[in-house]
């Protein structure tokens, strides 16, 4: 059905006399009474003059094209002036534009499904009014609760599935339920279930309130919409809705209800009764909801209770059926056994009504397969892996996660026996999305002075943060929080005990009482949190204090050597070693104690650490070194921000088009050519599977032809696509990302780098290029001009040109695939960068002419400003305070996506002063957390309308005309056909089956191998539903297709769920490779290899949509060594 269209129109040439009152009586007059329902005349913000447009809102769509039609007919005539009218994109007043979306008086029962026509109502409203507005896809409820007015606001897309009933069966045993009910002939919409819980906003109204529309000389509605709408928690005692997954909503006959359902999706009708029922024993009167009652499930193991809260969460089974009898039945069951049948639950596509049942049936399967299942080592986690249990807290609801894989970090291995006891909580908006700082705080009063309205939800936050969660018998309190779970509202949360407490974990991490800054005090404290591998302890006798490299410049003092020591060489081979590198990096990202950043490797060394000053952040007793980051040689990619820069400094577009060029055409070779395929997959850095495809390449598998190599190629392929066209990730050969080192030898001079690269395959065949200094087989080092920043980077002197050198003393250093500062020069030229360090810090650099910019700009200041200093030791509560602060405060993403409009619009791109003013807030807004002084965005900086490339189909857009839109469409238009998936059948089974992966007695493995691929599957089933992937190339790439509508808004949360699907399947790749290697002798394992891959792809074992070529290839070196070994003797 097509969406209806807006009823309101921009109005121009009204007399500048005319007030709102003149123009509406005059409307009302030439198009009949009551046509007019809103209207707003634009006006000079200094003496409030009529600008003579505006924007007329009507009754109905008749009138609005009745206005539409005078006026071109110049019959329009007020005063002087034919009135004009055009389209626009938005209403004055939010409200639907026909009156018959317009429902009064009916009754919303909110609850649960018991079965099919069977619903468990918690709490029911009568006189509810309900606006259906298929123009905004959404739903919103009235309702009168205790003199207060609130809204429940449903978004279409958040109804799973929607039933028009044409009658009801009420059996309540008090409260509603009287027999008017059967008197009146209903049509019940059941909205059965809801994926998310409503957002719900309270009514607010009273003198100099700061309403969206109120009534002046200007501005004028037919209706009283002097209020505001706030956003709050749940309204009801027994926390209803919170609970509800099932709206049930009764309108009359009369009403034309069944027009009205039909604009819901996936509505369908039935003629037979819905029945409801009493379910108020099932609320409970916890702030956190929903759980299943804790004296249920006294006697059951945290980790089942925990798994039985999220089959509940997640629409599995409903709190209904989490009752006595199917707890009293988990527990007789062992963990292990009950997590198990139980996450059969989970893999379910639809809601169980009798979990028990099938729970039972379920455990006969279980008890029978495991009589038949081969003997296979336990799974093991490797020791930089955790099991991390995550809670999302919605303003409604919570909703128990997990366990997922994570990377570990210090905190947790440390105290591992009590893993169970961590555990991740975020906070998030209904649909899972980043909450908005309007949801926490707003302003509901006129005036400067006016202070902060803080909503129930602030209040929420603060009160789960400072008193903690309960689930099960234990209560999870606030531990500490990284900078990266800062800008994702998260925190560790820990279950106290006698045996150990949250206050204890912090006093074991280092002393923090002499930090004063809030600010400062929360980053230290979550420092032990960043995810690193824990490698050696090192004796406080094996660490040296080195002095910092400092410089004071126009009066602000610059450190050249901030966030970098140094280690030993001989010491750099054993924590390389422990960090499984089968190389020593130069240097290393590290945590140690209470210090923080970079060691380089140094030759000359004798102590096995070099620390400064300006790495310790806080004491600590703590001497384990934890490695974040090896040094490595990473590929280079251009983005929106460098792009934009480069262009403003004079980069030519034909620049960038040629290189967004080079990489479609090679990506379209890719997929069938091999020599194209190898060089892409060089290219990408860090992707698993690359050795996989690029063994397989090299043994003679065409890349168009076998059925895993296709499919992981043509998956590599559209995520390269999917980077260029939406975040224009455009690949540049000449170029890398390097970590940032310091010159200790002083040789450098300010304006030159030194930088020695491990050469790429494509530079080795093209090595005698006058930018290379040969040093030996693999490697060169770079000479001449080099263009260097850091993202992010908004300012245009965020780029800097500098000179690259050679010197024989910087090359007998050994540093390798790591950029080398100077520690001479009145500024570093880290800190020019965006205010970079050598922490930690990447540095793009590319030595690719035409990206030399001709022009620089002079960097900008970046020194922050002072945070501010506490009387006395920070407190828990003020650190928990500043968290729920930074969440309201946190503006960086709203400034970058400002800086990107205007530096598209703006003559003077990034130089113009709109983005020059943005850029100083980024800076501000990025030392936020460190600082705790906020970036508060001008509502003028505000963009109004959106590039195309931004694909801000919702919001008001334009064809940007610059470089950014003409890659745009270039990439867009590149593509020439949709995404396709792998046939496969039979007939291909036998065409594709290869025979040289056949070796002799394989036959006897057959069955045994078969079992493993069942088991393969299930696993890959999990985490397939769990992460919501449909086919094998999503979860193995970790690219989701069809995402949720949270991850599409938000890169950040998307690139961190990335991340912890690529380590799921690592580690189930680990996992199967040790089923295989105890399964069977050494001597055996190429017949067993050899049956994995008859049982996948023989035709004789064809199943449909059952083909999951990825288990085989988990033995890839056995099976390529099959190949080659087969190959030779055909050729011979």
């Given at each position: 059905?097509a969406?209806p269209?807006?009823?309101t ?5 009204v007399?500048e ?6 123009l509406?009586?005059f409307?009302?007059s030439k198009l009949?009474?009551?046509?007019v ?6 006006t000079e913000r ?7 447009s505006g924007?007329?809102?009507f009754?109905?769509l008749?009138?609005?094209a009745k206005?539409?039609a005078l006026?071109?007919?110049n ?10 009218f055009s ?5 004055i007043?939010?409200r ?7 429902t ?6 909110v609850?649960?499904?018991l079965k099919e ?8 409203w009568?006189?509810?009014?309900a606006?259906i507005?298929?123009?905004?896809r ?5 309702i ?6 609130y809204?429940?606001?449903v978004?279409?897309?958040?109804i799973?599935?929607?039933?028009g009933y ?10 509603f339920?009287?027999?008017d ?8 919409g059941?909205?059965?279930p ?6 719900i ?17 200007y501005?004028l509605?037919v209706?009283?919409?002097d209020y ?5 928690t ?8 919170g ?17 009205i359902?039909s604009?819901f999706?996936?509505?369908k009708?039935t ?5 409801l029922e009493d379910g108020?024993?099932?609320c409970s ?5 929903p759980?299943?009652k804790?004296?249920l499930?006294s006697n059951?193991?945290?980790e089942?209770?925990y798994?039985?809260n999220s ?6 089974i409903s ?6 009898d ?7 069951l ?6 198990n049948v139980l996450?059969?639950?989970h ?5 169980c009504?009798d ?8 455990l006969?399967v279980f008890?029978?397969?495991c009589?038949?299942l ?14 991390c249990?995550?809670v999302?807290?919605?303003p409604s609801?919570?909703?128990c996660l997990?366990?997922?894989l ?6 947790v291995?440390?105290f ?5 006891d961590f ?5 998030v908006?209904e ?7 309007g949801?926490v705080?707003?302003s509901?009063?006129?005036?400067i ?8 939800i602030?209040?929420?936050?603060v ?5 903690g969660i ?5 209560r999870?309190e606030?531990?500490a929080?990284s900078a ?15 045996n150990?407490?949250a ?14 800054s ?7 404290m979550?420092?032990l ?6 490698t050696l302890v090192?004796?406080?006798q094996?660490?040296?204090?080195i002095?910092?490299i400092?410089v004071n410049s126009d009066?602000i003092?610059?450190c050249?050597?901030d966030g970098?020591?140094?280690i ?9 070693d422990?960090c499984?590198?089968n190389h ?11 210090y923080k ?8 060394s004798?102590r096995?650490l ?17 490695v ?8 280079c990619?251009?983005n929106?921000?460098i ?23 090679l ?17 990408l850095?860090g992707?698993d ?10 043994h003679?598998y065409e890349?168009n032809?076998?059925?895993y190599l ?7 392929y559209?995520?390269l696509?999917?980077d260029?066209?939406?975040r224009?990730?455009?690949f540049?050969p000449?170029?890398?990302?390097l970590?940032g080192?310091?010159?200790e ?7 030159q780098v030194?930088a020695?690269i491990t050469l790429t395959?494509s ?6 290029q ?20 850091k ?14 050198i ?5 090359e007998e250093?050994?540093?390798v695939?790591c ?8 500024r570093?030229?880290?800190?020019e960068?965006s205010?970079?360090?050598l ?8 030595w690719?002419e ?15 400003r002072?945070?501010?200093?506490m009387?006395h030791?920070?407190?828990l509560?003020e ?5 729920v602060?930074?969440m309201?405060n946190?503006?960086l ?9 205007h530096a598209?619009?703006e003559?003077?791109k990034a ?9 100083a807030?980024?800076?501000m807004a ?6 705790g ?10 963009p109004r ?10 919001k008001p857009m334009?064809?940007?005309?610059n470089v950014?839109?003409k890659?745009?469409?270039?990439a867009?238009?590149s ?6 998936r792998l046939?496969?059948s039979e ?22 191998a078969?079992?493993?691929k069942e088991?393969?599957?299930e696993?890959?089933s999990?985490l397939?539903?769990y992460?919501g ?7 193995l790439?970790?690219?989701?297709r ?5 991850l599409?808004?938000?890169n ?10 690529l380590?799921?399947?690592?580690s189930l ?11 069977c ?5 190429r017949?067993?290899?050899s049956a ?6 023989h035709?004789?074992y064809?199943?449909?949509d059952?083909?999951?070529f ?6 890839s070196?056995?099976?390529?060594n099959?190949k080659?070994?087969n190959?030779?003797?055909h050729?011979?």
């Amino acid at each position: 059905m097509a969406q209806p269209e807006r009823s309101t129109l921009r109005v121009s040439n009204v007399p500048e006399s005319a007030i709102a009152q003149d123009l509406l009586n005059f409307l009302n007059s030439k198009l009949g009474p009551d046509s007019v329902f809103a209207i707003e005349i634009f006006t000079e913000r200094k003496n409030w003059k009529s600008r003579g447009s505006g924007r007329v809102q009507f009754t109905t769509l008749e009138a609005k094209a009745k206005a539409m039609a005078l006026s071109v007919q110049n019959n329009l005539v007020f005063g002087t002036q034919n009135l004009r009218f055009s389209l626009i994109n938005d209403d004055i007043v939010v409200r639907p534009v026909h009156a018959t979306n317009r429902t009064e008086n009916g009754v919303l029962h909110v609850g649960f499904m018991l079965k099919e026509e069977r619903m468990s109502v918690l709490e029911s409203w009568e006189g509810v009014k309900a606006w259906i507005m298929p123009e905004r896809r959404r739903i919103e409820f009235w309702i009168w609760h205790e003199q207060e007015c609130y809204k429940l606001e449903v978004m279409f897309e958040e109804i799973l599935e929607t039933t028009g009933y044409s009658g009801m069966v009420p059996c309540f045993t008090s409260g509603f339920g009287s027999k008017d009910f059967f008197v009146t002939l209903y049509l019940v919409g059941n909205l059965s279930p809801l994926k998310y819980a409503p957002r719900i906003y309270k009514k607010i109204s009273g003198s100099n309130m700061a309403s969206k529309f109120s009534s002046t000389r200007y501005r004028l509605c037919v209706e009283d919409y002097d209020y505001l709408w706030v956003r709050t928690t749940e309204f009801s005692p027994m926390r209803s809705v919170g609970q509800s997954t099932s709206f049930c909503w009764e309108v009359e006959e009369d009403l034309q209800a069944s027009d009205i359902f039909s604009y819901f999706p996936f509505y369908k009708e039935t003629q037979k009764d819905i029945v409801l029922e009493d379910g108020e024993e099932f609320c409970s009167t916890s702030e956190i909801v929903p759980l299943i009652k804790s004296g249920l499930g006294s006697n059951l193991a945290y980790e089942v209770e925990y798994q039985l809260n999220s089959l509940v969460h997640m629409q599995k089974i409903s709190l209904a059926a989490a009752n006595q009898d199917l707890i009293d039945f988990l527990c007789t069951l062992d963990i292990d056994t009950a997590l198990n049948v139980l996450q059969r639950l989970h893999q379910l596509k639809f809601i169980c009504y009798d979990p028990l049942s099938f729970l039972k049936t379920q455990l006969h399967v279980f008890k029978r397969n495991c009589k038949s299942l081969p003997l296979s080592s336990q799974k093991r986690l490797s020791n930089n892996v955790m099991n991390c249990y995550r809670v999302l807290v919605t303003p409604s609801r919570i909703y128990c996660l997990g366990p997922e894989l994570e990377t570990s970090n210090y905190v947790v291995k440390n105290f591992s026996s009590y893993a169970s006891d961590f555990m991740r909580v975020t906070f998030v908006e209904e649909d899972w999305s980043k909450l908005p700082a309007g949801a926490v705080t707003t302003s509901i009063q006129r005036g400067i002075l006016s202070k902060p309205y803080r909503t129930n939800i602030y209040h929420r936050i603060v009160t789960i943060l400072r008193d903690g969660i309960v689930i099960g018998a234990k209560r999870f309190e606030f531990l500490a929080f990284s900078a990266s779970q800062l800008r994702s509202n998260s925190v560790w949360m820990f279950a106290s005990s006698d045996n150990l407490k949250a206050e204890e974990i912090r006093q074991w991490m280092g002393c923090f009482e002499k930090i004063r800054s809030i600010s400062k005090c929360a980053a230290r404290m979550g420092q032990l949190f960043s995810s690193s591998t824990q490698t050696l302890v090192v004796p406080t006798q094996d660490v040296e204090i080195i002095p910092d490299i400092e410089v004071n410049s126009d009066g602000i003092d610059y450190c050249f050597s901030d966030g970098i020591g140094k280690i030993s060489l001989s010491f750099a081979r054993q924590v390389a070693d422990k960090c499984g590198v089968n190389h020593i990096p130069s240097a290393f990202q590290i945590r140690y104690g209470g210090y923080k950043g970079v060691i380089a490797v140094d030759r000359n060394s004798f102590r096995k650490l070099s620390l400064r000053d300006s790495m310790l952040k806080f004491e600590s007793k703590n001497k384990m070194l934890n490695v974040t980051k090896c040094c490595d040689s990473m590929p280079c990619y251009l983005n929106r921000e460098i792009v934009t820069l480069l262009s403003t400094l004079g980069v030519k577009d034909e620049s960038f088009e040629a290189l967004q060029q080079e990489q479609l055409h090679l990506l379209k070779r890719m997929l069938t050519d091999k020599a194209v395929a190898l060089n892409v997959l060089e290219n990408l850095h860090g992707a698993d599977s690359n050795n996989i495809l690029v063994q397989m390449l090299n043994h003679g598998y065409e890349p168009n032809i076998e059925p895993y190599l296709s499919m992981m190629l043509q998956a590599h392929y559209w995520n390269l696509f999917s980077d260029l066209r939406s975040r224009c990730r455009i690949f540049v050969p000449k170029g890398r990302i390097l970590l940032g080192c310091l010159d200790e030898t002083g040789i450098l001079n300010y304006g030159q780098v030194y930088a020695c690269i491990t050469l790429t395959k494509s530079e080795l065949q093209n090595r005698n290029q006058n930018y290379f200094h040969t040093i030996d087989e693999t490697k060169s080092i770079l000479i001449g001009k080099v263009v260097v920043t850091k993202n992010p980077c908004l300012h245009p002197g965020d780029v800097r040109v500098l000179e690259a050198i050679f010197h024989v003393e910087l090359e007998e250093k050994g540093l390798v695939d790591c950029l080398i500062f100077p520690q001479k020069g009145p500024r570093p030229h880290t800190n020019e960068c965006s205010g970079g360090d050598l922490d930690g810090d990447l540095y793009f650099i590319s030595w690719d002419e035409n990206l030399i910019p001709p022009k620089t700009e002079a960097p900008m200041d970046y020194t922050g400003r002072r945070p501010r200093i506490m009387d006395h030791d920070v407190t828990l509560e003020e650190i928990q305070k500043f968290f729920v602060d930074y969440m309201i405060n946190d503006t960086l993403g709203a400034i970058s996506t400002a800086h990107l409009v205007h530096a598209d619009r703006e003559p003077k791109k990034a130089l113009s002063a709109k983005c020059l003013e943005l850029a100083a807030l980024h800076s501000m807004a990025v030392d936020f957390a460190k600082t705790g002084a906020p970036a508060e965005m001008p509502r003028v900086l505000k963009p109004r309308e959106f590039p195309d490339f931004m694909e801000r189909f919702d919001k008001p857009m334009y064809i940007s005309s610059n470089v950014l839109g003409k890659l745009y469409r270039a990439a867009i238009k590149s593509i020439e056909q949709e995404r396709s998936r792998l046939v496969w059948s039979e007939e291909a089974a036998r065409a594709i089956y290869d025979h040289d992966l056949e070796v002799d007695g394989f036959e006897a493995f057959l069955e045994i191998a078969e079992t493993y691929k069942e088991m393969y599957i299930e696993k890959m089933s999990i985490l397939m539903n769990y992460y919501g992937a449909e086919y094998e190339d999503e979860i193995l790439m970790g690219d989701l297709r069809s995402r949720a509508s949270y991850l599409q808004r938000d890169n950040r949360k998307y690139g961190d769920m990335k991340d912890r699907i690529l380590l799921s399947v690592k580690s189930l790749r680990k996992e199967v490779k040790e089923w295989f290697e105890n399964s069977c002798d050494p001597h055996q394992r190429r017949m067993m290899a050899s049956a994995w891959y008859h049982v996948t792809y023989h035709p004789s074992y064809f199943k449909e949509d059952m083909f999951y070529f990825s288990f085989p290839w988990a033995v890839s070196d056995v099976l390529l060594n099959i190949k080659a070994t087969n190959s030779k003797r055909h050729q011979a």
